[in-house]
């Protein structure tokens, strides 16, 4: 018999209804299922697909986005990933939990049933992608835009997250989010230490989920060792926000067309969606021109007292070849 996690949202019509509209701390449950216990991940690493299993490692300064660097995990075990975590300065995210196992797919699917039913202003939200993310303490995540609508359910440990307001031109200028949606910038976003005196910020606790409008930046600090589930989804509202920044980046920008309309509704935005999905469909929006790199000579090392070793040579990491 299917297992019925919807029960594992809980809110508010409150919460429902200002989902994705504002930063907000809501309530959940999953932190309690035996799917996020750490005998049942250690036995999903086991055997997870290493190239959808990311590995990285990062400086102390926020602003320093340039030192996320890859981690070969080779064949270390669940046990020996955990171990490494713990001693070391690494994020692992764990992607497309939903392809790989049913379990996880029947949660995320009842998730996004559980928000269709409860928030009017989000039509047939779909999975996008979907991680379980385990994070050593101490390191963080750089400041970033999502291109999908997403959000962070907390299960395990203390984490700090800001989130800044979204499509503001202070954070993010209307160029670098079609620019990031057309795959010629990476999502980290030049950061300045005074964005955080305009940001909500919040420690999170486990049980407890941030949720954000779309295009929103954000950054993290994980306080100590810590476990949690990214989501993010397309809706029909989300899809046309990517659409139209789209269409602005691969039509009108090349045409030299400055003062870029980001408007939603009406003729306009409609043509700009239509023609948006046409050219991906034909296969027309490939650029890719970010230069990211998984070359490394670290590797997780879970007998190192810094959780993580160098190779003899830099070599690919097995995460590089991720589909």
Known sequence: MAANYSDCIQWSAEEFQNF??????????????????????????????????????????????????????ADSSGAEIFEALQKGRMWVNVIHIDRYNGEYAQLIAQMYQVINQNCDHITQAKSAFSAIILSSPGIQVYCHVDA????LWHLKGRKKLWVYPARDERFTPQTYIEEIIGQDRHEDIPYQ?????????????????????????????????????????????????????GAN???LKPLGIKNRSTALHGPIPTLKEFSYRLMSKLGMLKSDKRNASNVSDLELDAKHPEG????????????AFVD
Not at 49 to 63: A, E, V
Not at 211 to 235: C, K, L
């Open 20 to 73: 994705g509209k504002v930063p907000q701390i809501s309530p959940h449950t999953y932190h309690e299922l035996d799917l996020f216990q750490e005998a049942a991940l250690i036995a999903l690493l086991d055997d997870y697909p290493r190239q959808w299993l990311q590995c990285y490692t990062m400086g102390f300064d926020p602003k320093n986005h340039q030192d996320w660097t890859a981690v070969h995990i």
């Open 148 to 151: 999908d609508a997403n959000m």
């Open 193 to 245: 230490h005074w964005f955080d005196e305009h940001a909500f910020s919040h420690e999170l606790l486990p049980g407890q989920a941030i949720s954000w409008p779309q295009h929103a930046p954000h950054r993290v600090e994980n306080v100590d060792f810590n476990i949690s589930m990214t989501t993010s989804y397309g809706s029909v509202e989300s899809r046309r926000q990517l659409s139209v920044h």
């Open 249 to 251: 980046h691969h039509l």
């Open 308 to 319: 993580m070793s160098t190779r003899d040579k830099k070599q690919t990491t097995a995460f």
